[in-house]
């Protein structure tokens, strides 16, 4: 629900900032401006929805606590387009050269409703334990290594260019709609 969401928010920035170009741009000398650019600031080109198993253990002389968790999330990787700058503009043949920060992680997020703790076992003596044994701490700490591995995961190459890609033909279609032709230069 929450990725359709998002596309549907993305469509409609996407038809906004088509509008926004057209507006004065009808068969103009110049490719949209930087500003008109700009204004959509966090083109979000990714969305990508990982899976990762983390298990964690703590051990003491009598027994200790074992837990695996199988975390299912997503990691949304953006170009942030409030750094784009002209490299070149060639007005006879309608090409514009726009240079761009890479895309980057800009948050990844854990489901907890599609993620679950697969087994949380005491051993030893520990099963006499009464309450918590540390339990919650050992759940906490997979929980957040389980978010820097997404977070490492979606800075992955074959992600970053996917993003590229996508931005690429997002863009191309943004300045198509004013007659120009996009090339991005990455930075």
């Given at each position: ?11 409609g ?23 008109q ?33 199988i ?7 953006s ?18 050269v ?25 051993t ?35 992600l ?25 230069q990455?930075?």
């Amino acid at each position: 629900m929450n990725r359709m969401l998002r596309l549907a928010l993305a469509a409609g920035l996407l038809f906004w900032v088509t509008r926004l170009l057209m507006a004065g741009s009808e068969n103009s000398p110049t490719p949209p401006t930087l500003n008109q650019v700009q204004q959509t600031a966090e083109l979000v080109v990714l969305d990508a929805q990982l899976e990762c198993l983390v298990t964690k253990r703590r051990a003491g002389l009598t027994g200790g606590v074992e837990l695996i968790l199988i975390a299912r999330g997503s990691v949304l990787i953006s170009t942030d387009l409030s750094e784009a700058q002209y490299v070149e503009i060639d007005e006879s043949d309608r090409v514009a050269v726009l240079s761009l920060l890479a895309p980057k992680v800009v948050w990844a997020r854990l489901d907890p409703q599609q993620s679950q703790v697969h087994r949380l076992t005491r051993t030893g003596l520990w099963m006499l334990l009464l309450g918590d044994a540390g339990e919650a701490e050992l759940v906490e700490l997979a929980w957040r290594e389980a978010q820097a591995r997404f977070i490492e995961r979606g800075a992955d190459q074959a992600l970053i260019q996917q993003a590229r890609q996508h931005a690429e033909r997002v863009l191309g279609e943004l300045f198509s709609q004013t007659g120009w032709t996009v090339k991005v230069q990455w930075r």
